[in-house]
């Protein structure tokens, strides 16, 4: 597969902008936001769904300081919004290491310019379609020591990656880079839920610069092959060790979130 180049286009819809949207950020051009309407007509809940992801993201990496882990690799970032990696981690172990990774040059001028007086967080450009290249990136393994535990985030973005790319194997060659005793946190759009509206915003999705590839939870949960998911297993945004202040969205009804999250440890 030949290195694509993202550029900077403000009139394709952008994931990581459409995202940033959905929780009510700033960070978004015209297309973004025309693209962003259409989808929530078909998906209201889907804005509510971009909070319940956040929520988990925040309550995944709370767990994970809580377990020890004080280096984290998160994997498509995404646009920096409050309550990013580095202020959930460093607010229960102060000098967590956290690298932040995406291959879209938007997220990365936010990200720099947010983390330039963070010694121990970065910011590099990486595609997770090539896990090989961000493992020996120079900046990722200079903050992140692979022989200890380590978090590694993929936090909605599985789902934009295809089965040409082939998911299962990039999942492998992570595994492999993780000591015994790291953590893999992940959250996945799945088809499970609203087939008619999931379809209508798919094709949404097609006309940005990353097609939306949901799947159902076995092939979802195939993804975290060689870990040891963590109670309660593979669930749904707000059913993953809710909190009281965060459990607002989808309480009667999780499946409305439209997204699978589970954290998982490598034995």
Known sequence: M??????FDPNTPNVARLYDYYLGGKDHFPADRDAAERILKVAPELRAAARANRAFLGRA??????????????????LPTQGAVHEVANAVSTGSKVVY???????LVHARALLAADENTTAVEGDLRRPQEILKDPDVTE?????KPVGILLVAVMHFIS?????RQIMRILHDAMAPGSYLVMS????????DAVD????????ATSPLVLRDRRRIEAMFEGFELVDPGLVWLPE???????????????ESSLILCGVARRN
């Open 200 to 207: 209508k915003g798919t094709e949404v999705y097609r006309r």
């Open 101 to 107: 990774v995406d291959r879209d040059p938007v997220v």
């Open 61 to 78: 990496v709370r767990f994970l300081a809580d377990a020890g882990i004080d280096q984290y690799l998160d994997i498509g970032t995404g």
């Open 2 to 7: 030949e290195r694509d180049s993202l550029g």
């Open 240 to 254: 993953w060790r809710p909190g009281q202040a965060d459990t607002i969205d989808f309480i009667d009804r999780p």
């Open 188 to 195: 996945h759009g799945t088809s499970d839920a609203r087939t």
């Open 163 to 167: 089965e040409a790319d082939d998911p």
């Open 143 to 147: 903050a992140i020591d692979f022989t």
